[in-house]
């Protein structure tokens, strides 16, 4: 969970609404891991957990044994290998990702459906929305007065019914489960990319002029508050904003900019995660795994999204 997120959870529970406002999600897709540097095997391990699941998810690590962890990951291999050939191809690894990541999405939607479906008529409204997740400040707006403008529910509210507005594709004001899941993750749907494109400009042009500028796209990721040097990778980014993020060179990313960074075209990340994997654990480099490579690197598939960020190892594998 970034600062932002913790932050508005925070005041969400301190003020104690039913639901909370949509958040700004990670700003992009992240070139493949298999350029990164190298890093001790235990470090390594980390940052698959926590890049594939975020800290909190990757937790989850810790409620089975190693050997409960192996026996649970094997069940799954059997799974992914769709034709039971006893290898695991790249493919096979990118479709289950894919599938797993779709079943996260709508399974985080059924768990708060009913916070939001107030009157239980299987569709969410905007007003059941709003008084769910702001009910309270509606209420006692004078408590929010000192809040910051990043926090100000005064911005957020009419974003969110913007967002709502969006994925409400017939215009009825209330949205069945697929209008409803494409609100809560508009990424995972074309239509509403504009719509993240959008928010992700408005939470960084801070000076409101539009556009991106270099200061702004740096400050989004490393507060300088020692006045002390930039850390090396501050730099780099530097480089990367000049060389590859602001395509016209005039010194700011505009929304089409915006849009080629944190939806890269060439990208896809779940043919990205699956060749991760299958490079870290290919002991024979033949460019497929068996069961037994798998279980051989098993911590590195318990953080990956193969394994539906952790959960699918806590679960009898007759579900999946």
């Not at 996260?104 to 007003?127: F, G, H």
């Not at 239509?191 to 939470?203: G, K, P, S």
């Not at 989004?220 to 850390?231: I, L, S, T, V």
């Not at 699918?312 to 579900?319: A, C, G, S």
């Amino acid at each position: 969970m970034d600062v932002f997120s913790f932050m508005c959870a925070a005041l969400l529970c301190a003020v104690a609404v039913h639901g909370k406002p949509t958040l700004r999600k990670d700003r992009v897709l992240h070139d493949t891991e298999l350029g990164r540097p190298a890093l001790e095997e235990n470090k390594s391990f980390q940052y698959d957990h926590e890049a594939f699941l975020g800290k909190e998810e990757a937790r989850t690590f810790d409620q089975l044994t190693p050997d409960e962890s192996k026996d649970r990951l094997g069940k799954i291999v059997d799974r992914i290998d769709n034709d039971a050939d006893g290898y695991i191809t790249t493919a096979e690894l990118k479709a289950w990702i894919k599938r797993v990541q779709k079943r996260y999405v709508y399974e985080n939607v059924a768990k708060v459906w009913t916070d939001y479906d107030l009157n239980k008529d299987n569709k969410i409204s905007w007003d059941e929305y709003k008084q769910a997740t702001y009910g309270y400040y509606l209420a006692n707006p004078e408590e929010f007065e000192e809040a910051t403008d990043q926090f100000s529910f005064k911005k957020m509210l009419p974003r969110d019914e913007r967002r709502f507005n969006t994925a409400d594709l017939d215009g009825d004001l209330a949205a069945d489960r697929e209008e409803f899941t494409s609100f809560l993750h508009p990424e995972e749907f074309e239509h509403m990319r504009d719509t993240v494109v959008l928010e992700t400009l408005e939470d960084i042009d801070k000076n409101g002029d539009g556009h991106v500028d270099e200061d702004e796209y740096i400050a989004d990721m490393f507060a300088h508050e020692d006045g002390g040097p930039e850390p090396d990778w501050i730099k780099t980014e530097r480089e990367q904003f000049s060389d590859f993020r602001d395509l016209n060179k005039d010194g700011k990313m505009d929304q089409d900019e915006i849009r080629h960074w944190i939806m890269p075209q060439d990208y896809d990340h779940a043919q990205a995660e699956a060749r991760h994997l299958v490079y870290e654990s290919d002991q024979d480099k033949d460019q497929m795994l068996t069961k037994e490579e798998i279980l051989e690197n098993w911590n590195m598939f318990v953080g990956s999204q193969a394994t539906n960020y952790g959960e699918d190892l806590t679960k009898n594998h007759d579900e999946l």
